[in-house]
Structures are given as C-alpha cells and as structure tokens.
T-cell receptor, first 116, second 113 residues
Framework: DAGVIQSPRHEVTEMGQEVTLRCKPI?????LFWYRQTMMRGLELLIY????????DSGMPEDRFSAKMPNASFSTLKIQPSEPRDSAVYFC??????????????FGQGTRLTVV | GNSVTQMEGPVTLSEEAFLTINCTYT??????LFWYVQYPGEGLQLLLK?????DKGSNKGFEATYRKETTSFHLEKGSVQVSDSAVYFC????????????FGPGTRLSVLP
C-alpha cells in the first residue's frame, strides 16, 4: 500500500480564496483524522470520521472550515474563505479497528498551506 | 478527560549520549500508548507502541514501557545518533466509543556530533 496520500503538498493562496485539501486513506482503514500543526498551537485534531461518518468535529475552528468523506477512499477539507491565520501544515491520518483491534494512526506527508 | 504530558524541549544531546523523554498520561480505562517521530518536512511516523500494562515497545534502539501504576510511558535510547534529531510525540488512543487519539505537545531533540 502507498500509505496515506495527501494533495497538494504545498498550497499558496490569497486571502479570501477557497482552498480544498485532499486525502486518500489506506485501503481498508475505517477511521480518518484531519489534524492541523502550527508552531504556536502544536498538533490539533480538527475532525475525524468512522466509516465515512463524522464523529467529532469540535476541533473545527470556524464555520469557514468544512470536511467531507463521500466514500471510504477519499476525504476533503475545505476552507472558504481562507485567512492568513489558517496558514499551517494540515495532516490526514487513517487507522483501522477491524476485529476491535485498534491500530496506530498512519499519517500522510501533509499539505503546507500558506495564505497571503 | 484524557491528556498526555511530555517534558518540555528542546533537548540537546551529544552523539552517543543516553536519552530519556518523559511522558505521563491521564485516561479513562486502559488506553493504548504510542511514540511517534516527526523528521523535518515530514509527517508523523510510528516509532513504537504498547497496548497493555507492562508491555515494552521497542524499535530502532528506542524503548518505552507501559507503566499503569505511574501512568507513564517514558521513551529511552542508550546511545543517540545525529540522525535521531527530530520531534517526538507521545500519544494515547482511547478504547471507548470514538477511538480518538490524544497527542502530547511534542519534544524537539537535537543531537550534536
């Protein structure tokens, strides 16, 4: 398996523009997590899904952020409109709970977002 | 609630020195415990894990033992290398409904030649 795949790796956008980050989890994994990492706040959980259903979105900072998981192999995180304070590295991670054996989280390489 | 506390960094060591990074946790029930490592410009990678009390996780010369009595999972390595310079995260995974991960703030390690 190629691991968790995120795109794009880098994104530079102007304030006010819409940004969409994409994630393909590891095949067969039933949990998907979106994290944001900054120097000031460290690693923050934004939202996570189980079997494509959002379980906890309390970490989503504002209504400008939204996430979807239309099927087991794809998820998006959208910011509309974007602001400079959204600049961060966004990570997607996936894990498995098959047979009630809960595995570690496998992380993608991240998307470095810069809003100017 | 569930939380993970790590020693403040940065930690700077000379090559071949002994490493300890402290990690303590608060959790309901008996979580699984993990150490992740993040190299510059990369995502987090699992370094080692332990799923029950007294389990010892080990990988690449790193070790950590799940201590239920002290709610700790300290990371150790007998002889660090320059290539071990990275940020290390302690984490737990709850076993109740939700199965969320809780990460510590990370400890930056710099190893000097």
């Amino acid at each position: 398996d190629a691991g968790v795949i995120q795109s794009p790796r880098h994104e530079v956008t102007e304030m006010g523009q819409e940004v969409t980050l994409r994630c393909k989890p590891i095949s067969g994994h039933d949990y998907l997590f979106w994290y944001r990492q900054t120097m000031m706040r460290g690693l923050e959980l934004l939202i996570y899904f189980n079997n494509n259903v959002p379980i906890d979105d309390s970490g989503m900072p504002e209504d400008r952020f939204s996430a979807k998981m239309p099927n087991a192999s794809f998820s998006t995180l959208k910011i509309q409109p974007s602001e400079p304070r959204d600049s961060a590295v966004y990570f997607c991670a996936s894990s498995s709970s098959l047979g009630r054996i809960y595995t570690e989280a496998f992380f993608g390489q991240g998307t470095r977002l810069t809003v100017v | 609630g569930n939380s993970v506390t790590q020693m403040e960094g940065p930690v700077t060591l000379s090559e071949e020195a002994f490493l300890t990074i402290n990690c303590t946790y608060t959790a309901t029930g008996y979580p699984s415990l993990f150490w992740y490592v993040q190299y510059p410009g990369e995502g987090l990678q699992l370094l080692l894990k332990a799923t029950k009390a007294d389990d010892k996780g080990s990988n690449k010369g790193f070790e950590a033992t799940y201590r239920k009595e002290t709610t700790s999972f300290h990371l150790e390595k007998g002889s660090v290398q320059v290539s071990d310079s990275a940020v290390y995260f302690c984490a737990l995974r709850r076993r109740d409904y939700g199965q969320n991960f809780v990460f510590g703030p990370g400890t930056r390690l710099s190893v000097l030649p």
